[in-house]
């Protein structure tokens, strides 16, 4: 099982990023997948998180209408595209699965419970 992160950068506030996650020995739709971030000194986040036997998605508060998690299960990749990109948002991000295909919003507000996590991929917004 491997998960395989791309799309971080530099970028500066206002700008946009999209990440992907794409995974090797299991298929993500039957599972709950999240975005986590971790800045520095802080814990790792919850950003967005799916489920699709739940048919729903979550975001925190503070990128509703701005980010967006997708999925081609063709290519057994998610996607965050992350839009207004502000320098709070720095962060170090994770692609994680869960096998245990919690409710988007429960899979989004812990780290425990993680199978599976990328390597992580940097963001950095600039001011």
């Known amino acids: 099982v491997q998960l395989v992160e791309s799309g971080g950068g530099l970028v500066q506030a206002g700008g946009s990023l999209r990440l992907s996650c794409t995974a090797s020995g299991f298929t993500f739709e039957d599972y709950s997948i999240g975005w986590f971030r971790q800045a520095p000194g802080k814990e790792r986040e919850g950003v967005s998180c799916?489920?699709?036997?739940?048919?729903?998605?979550y975001y925190i508060d503070s990128v509703k209408g701005r980010f967006t998690i997708s999925s081609d299960n063709a290519k057994n990749t998610v996607y965050l595209q992350m839009n207004n990109l502000k320098p709070d948002d720095t962060a170090v991000y994770y692609c994680a699965v869960d096998l245990a295909r919690l409710h988007p919003r429960l899979r989004c507000a812990s780290t425990r419970g993680i199978n599976y996590w990328g390597q992580g991929t940097q963001v950095t917004v600039s001011s």
């Open positions: 799916v489920t699709s036997s739940f048919g729903s998605t």
